[in-house]
Every structure is written in structure tokens, then in C-alpha cells.
């Protein structure tokens, strides 16, 4: 409930046009100019980006497994929790598990997920994620991994931050982009769904990047 109730005041402490595409506002009219209104384009981009990793996955098969029960009920505790949002795009990659998170959130919206390849590397496909984001509108749910969503943060004008821990998958991040010229986006770590267990968050070997 707690949980529930941060992440809802978070998102309201947005502005009040973070959850949907931006409205076109009309410029000032005169009495000459009002048969030919003037109208301000919206700007490019998202106007809010929801991240999180993928759900629990099962333990086989071990190259591409599903989820797991506990990760079957993230999926549908994210959906609840962006219950009152519509993204306009959701972004996966090829691994099983990041489709199988963002599908109930599809099954409401009816929005088909684009799905970013894997190959190449992490760094490649980071780099790829943050320009199918940059491309849509509105509102953008990504779907990663736990080596890759804090890569895809940073990659949004977010800070550097660690890798997620193997056991962490209560985490998302709230990342509203910013049109000013030192492209800084305000970005809020929240959590959702099932507590992580304890230590979830302390690993060795994490280091900001």
C-alpha cells in the first residue's frame, strides 16, 4: 500500500502534462489575427519515461527463460501501478522476460512493444533504446534488464548510476527528459509490486558507470 501510494504522489508531483502527450498551446490572438490562429508545435520526445527491469524469470531454460509466478505477478502489479497512465510506446528487448513483463500493460493499451535487438552489445543497445525512446511521445514504459536500464537513464540525461543487483526487481524509475540545453532530465527511483528481500540492493562488484 505504501509503495502504491509513493509511487501515485510521485507522479503527481510531475506537472500535470508528464503522463500525456504535450497539448499544442495557442499563441495570443488579435482581433486581426483571429481568423488565422497561430498555433506553438509541441516538442519532440517523450514526456515522461517509466523504467524498470523485467520481472522474476523461472530457472530454465537458462538462455531465454520466462517468468516465474513471482514474476508473473510484477507484471501485472506494474500494470496496476501505471494503472491510471497510457504509455504511447513500450519499448523490450528480445529476451522473453521483458515481453512477458510489458504484457499486460500491452493487453490494456493495445500498444505494440518495439522490440530493440541485443546484438552488438550493451552499450550498442543502450545507445539504440534511448533513440527509439527520443522518437515517441508521451508517455514511454521500457522494459530492461538489470545491467541495462541504468545505462538507459543516464543515456536519457539521467546520472550514472550502478547496475541493478541480481535480486532487485522491485525498482523503477521515473525520468522526465529535459528540452534545456544541458539535456538533465529529473529522474525518481521508485518502487512497485512485492518488497525486494533484504541486501537485494547490496552487491559486490556494482560500480556507477
Known sequence: MMRTLALTLLLAWLPADAGSPRTPRL??????????PAVAQPPAGPS???LVRHGEKAPVPGDDP?????????????????AHLSPSAIVVSTR???VET???????????????????GGAAHVQ????AVRAARGTVLVVGHSNTIPAIVTALGGPPLPDLCDASYATLFLVQPSAAADGKAVVVRAQY?????????????????
Do not use: H, I, W
Not at 102 to 120: D, F, I, K, M, N
Open 27 to 36: 499563441a495570443p490572438q488579435t482581433p486581426s489575427a483571429a481568423a488565422t
Open 48 to 50: 515522461l519515461v517509466v
Open 66 to 82: 520466462p517468468l516465474s509466478a513471482a514474476g508473473q505477478a510484477r507484471a501485472r502489479a506494474l500494470d496496476s501501478a501505471l
Open 96 to 98: 522473453r522476460r521483458t
Open 102 to 120: 510489458a504484457a499486460v500493460v500491452q493487453a490494456r493499451t493495445g500498444v505494440t512493444p518495439t522490440v530493440v535487438s541485443l546484438e552488438g
Open 128 to 131: 539504440a533504446v534511448a533513440r
Open 193 to 209: 509490486g512485492a518488497a525486494d528481500p533484504p541486501g537485494a540492493s547490496a552487491c559486490p562488484g556494482m560500480t556507477p558507470r
